[in-house]
């Protein structure tokens, strides 16, 4: 089962635009991640934010996550063609043995 | 620096065939996490190994089964396919129990006819 669930599940935007992508999930949390898919292959690591933290940024990329609402935001800034793919919120429930879950994940495409 | 890798890229078997995915983990990773993803879908957790045991199992039957190796790589054996076990596996290493960023190879796409 789907630990997360992320929205939009798809969303297409012109290159330079903002693209913001949701993610709630179910149960508390130790670690929340995003992560970058392209083309149906392996998944990339992006950013990891801890349950006592509430904001990150790596670059164009900036994470949020609420605990109380059991919900994260990514959002990334003046979006490229190449930032095409599709992103995944995985969260961990901690105490040792690393299970790892993903939500649905959202299809951005970034129209040049 | 290796990362991970994965064997067969493409697989096609029958319905009641076995079938066995090979995975070498990162470079240093002692910890390899088995992955489903259907078509359009997440990756759904199957099993992670450790010091060449099973240390957790996500909700597949017992027709997945695994194996870990001194060297660390992994095998994800799968025994009378059925037509919904085609799929992408995707095989992710870490390093230890703690919970972290996992590494994932390119997967493997099995196809059952």
């Known amino acids: 089962s789907q630990q997360g669930e992320e929205d939009p599940q798809a969303l297409s935007i012109q290159e330079g635009e903002n693209a913001t992508m949701n993610c709630s999930y179910k149960t508390s949390i130790n670690n929340l991640q995003w992560y970058r898919q392209n083309s149906g292959r392996g998944l990339v690591h992006l950013i990891l934010?801890?349950?006592?933290?509430r904001e990150k940024h790596s670059g164009r990329l900036r994470v949020t996550l609420d605990t109380s609402k059991k919900s994260s935001s990514l959002l990334i800034t003046a979006s490229r063609a190449a930032d095409t793919a599709s992103y995944f919120c995985?969260?961990?429930?901690?105490?040792?043995?690393?299970?790892?879950?993903f939500g649905t994940g959202t299809k951005l495409q970034v129209i040049p | 620096d290796a990362g991970v890798t994965q064997s067969p890229t493409h697989l096609i078997k029958t319905r009641g065939q076995q079938v066995t995915l090979r995975c070498s983990p990162k470079s240093g990773h002692d910890t390899v996490s088995w992955y489903q993803q259907a078509l359009g879908q997440g990756p759904q957790f199957i099993f992670q190994y450790y010091e060449e045991e099973e240390r957790q199992r996500g909700n597949f039957p017992d027709r997945f089964s695994g194996h870990q190796f001194p060297n660390y790589s992994s095998e994800l054996n799968v025994n009378a396919l059925l037509l919904g076990d085609s799929a992408l596996y995707l095989c992710a290493s870490s390093l230890g129990l703690l919970p972290g960023t996992l590494f994932f190879g390119s997967g493997t796409q099995l196809s059952v006819l």
């Open positions: 934010i801890r349950s006592n933290e």
């Open positions: 995985a969260t961990d429930a901690g105490g040792g043995y690393q299970k790892v879950t």
